[in-house]
């Protein structure tokens, strides 16, 4: 079952709230949308910058550092 908008749009402010707070969570998007942010384009320069192995060493630092913890929902 796919996520409504609304749905989709609380999930995402309780993520920013949650790891930024409130006040630069509110800023986040201000900036976004002020700025008219293309997320694609953003993800593509940010990731062209970088080399493979880099990508790699980054994703295995982050993934020891932030273990997973059987949290994930399924939705199918």
């Known amino acids: ?26 800023h986040f998007i201000t900036i976004v949308i002020r700025e008219k942010f293309d997320y694609t ?8 910058q970088k080399s493979p192995d880099q990508i790699h060493r980054e994703a295995v630092e982050y993934a020891k550092n932030h273990p997973y913890q059987g949290k994930a929902k399924v939705i199918l």
């Open 1 to 26: 079952m796919e996520m409504t908008t609304v749905e989709v749009l609380n999930r995402g402010m309780e993520c920013l709230v949650n790891n930024m707070g409130i006040v630069e969570a509110e």
């Open 41 to 48: 384009k953003w993800q593509r320069e940010y990731f062209d």
